[in-house]
């Protein structure tokens, strides 16, 4: 997979042809600041439109405690034909009810009737605080502009990714160019995320059987492609791609009840439409799971309050449920977190967390390392159960980086799995704790 | 279960008839400032003893990576008598290999020399950080120094619970005496906790079936009493009592590999020998838990920088599993936890967390719910779904108190289930990311 290189070019959702952007600021949380575009406030409405009917396929949160958007969303991509995407922040418009349903399509219905597109051809994501009923004045207002600003400009493109941003830092984009077929083909992506991280999303919505119970931000991922690709090939693509990438990442354990990742493909590359496991199918699978990892590091370096980011590498499991078991367990684990947080290679914390995880563990088969990130040589910590004779000095190097990787190998049988996880500090608590004064610090 | 009361006597563990205590400081974190009896450093080696033998039953962690003490204990429990507990702190005694087991031999058969007692009736317990040999010169001293000073002063039980101590910031004991049979029996109890903590014990270590996976500071718990009541009806017993208190709490969710309950019954009561489902066994039973309970409550209010304590009760769960599952959801959610300790009633981060918690759960089922400790009236922030007409100001009048019960209705079935859990503040992820610049502040 990491054999092909894929160029970045500016432009994110708007790189590849035909797609169009925007993001206003409507004000959803209600700070009675102004309303219509930006006015000095961060944007918290955005349209990704393309020029023409796209294929479009989704991977959705398995919280059964799941917001209307998402409801709006897993029934509309099973048709496999989208043209825009609705997005606003300072409201999840989760655990709204009827009410909340009503307000979903309402806004699609807007989108529709502004862009002359087919209602059923809409998609719609909100992220923010769960329970409040969705300001409609507002996000009419907030559509309404948004539809007037829509362009191709890379600076549409920024102002659509920070109006889906809530508790991150910093925007988070990508796209890349590649060959296919004899074309260039461009995908493009914008997600956002900070707290609430752990991913467990599935095309329905349903949770899988093979999908551990306790998974768990809100990250929403918009990604845009010209390429040509049939709905259900593009659905097994992103399947494939969300399983190594956000279905792999962990802020805090917490799975969201809106997380959504949404493709939409609009085949302007004028390539010639692939199937499942051919040539081409395996260069567009690669590069929209390089597009998807991308993002997803970046949800976990910005995650709140994260100051050191761990790839926890498992190997040598029996079955790739215990490898998934295994380091969720230690991704999640709160003594684990707070030990990389202070730059403290504590193997006991590490291995407890092993032992008691479902993954069946044999403490004298247990070896725990440490590399710079993507391996290279490793610094074994513990070998067979045993302490090596790497001193604490060189440990502690190793675990000072802002970024490492730690390698779990349970030698037991052949199975893996890598969780990309956030450690636990002090600004994470304080930001979530919030302040009931000032109930808008009150996160979602 | 309520309606039985107990007489609070002092004493603890020294409060039943015939047993003895001692603490004393050997330095086993290796400070080098002294050794032998206390020199102005907190104990570290506790001795436990009845003046004659005495029936036992253990409860012990069913973490896979299993410290060499706990195995001690699990294997000599089964014969059913035990005369003496030996237990230190500084050093968990855990993943030290074939050395850990022959320290742990080391110390019990060190106490047999001393005290005249059979090394098989002898138990152990270690807690603090794991991965580091015992300091068997410095252990050897205590044992020493210990089993000259051991009495059944009140005072010695209070340096037994000090030798015990790892985080802790105060010392857990308790001691009731009730009527059985005719006779006045005495139970007694001393425990720590603190971090890692979320225990999930059965009689031999092994994880049974229906014990959730995810269960997770060390705690160690020794209770004495007076009673007599053979083996296998004292196991049952203590099997209901920690399945009703030290497996329904958690702290940070991670589980530890040394939990042990141990129980030593002497007899010298002198009441009739009772058996399972009597009416004398119902009243041993309700005692036993009422003394679990009430020192498990203490490892909570204790636990590593806690702020508030909520009791987490669901109701109307489909099955036990279920009920199980929705409450450690909860009780561990880093979000759920963050709120608490900002006094937020944000029921948002509740259904989010039942949400994807292996319960099955229906928005438009649930209700959330506030009161004082142990029920009394609810104030309802949801209603089947739907939020209710309690002002924010009231709902977070609620959750302000540092102890309260947040009730979960999931309206689906009759099973229910109970976590008592801690909040998560700055002050725990400070004191556990610790300083490697100090590895003494480094955490087992």
Redesign the interface.
Known sequence: MSKLKFKAVPGSIVAPQGFLASGVFCDIKRLGTGKGSNKGQKRDLALIVSEVPATVAGMFT?????AAPVKVCAERVKAGIAQAIVVNSGN?N??T?KQGMKNALAMTALVSQQLHIADEHILVGSTG???VTMPMPNVREGILAAAQLLGTEPAQASEAVEAIMTSDTRPKQIAIEFKLGGRTVRIGGICKGA??IQP?MSATGARPPALP????ATMLCFITTDAAIEAKTLQACLREAVAHSFNRITV??????NDTVLVLANGLAGNKGFRIQNSEFRIFQTALTHVCLELAKMIVRDGEGVHRVVTVRVGGARTIQDAD?AAR?VAN???VK??W????P????I????????A?????KVDIGYSAPGAGKILWSLRR???TKAT?KQL?AAAAPKEFDLHLRLNLGQAGAVMYAAD???A???Y?????TD?TT???
């Open positions: 398995t919280n059964q405690i799941c999840a989760a655990c009810g605080r769960i329970g707290g609430m467990g119970a306790g998974l768990h805090d354990g917490d799975m969201s009840t078991a367990a684990s709160a003594l707070t030990s947080h202070g730059g403290d504590n193997w006991g914390r291995i407890d967390a092993l032992g008691y995880s479902a069946t563990v044999v403490e004298d159960g045993q302490p604490f502690c636990l500090t002090e994470y608590v304080d979530n704790k919030g302040d009931v109930p009150l996160g979602g």
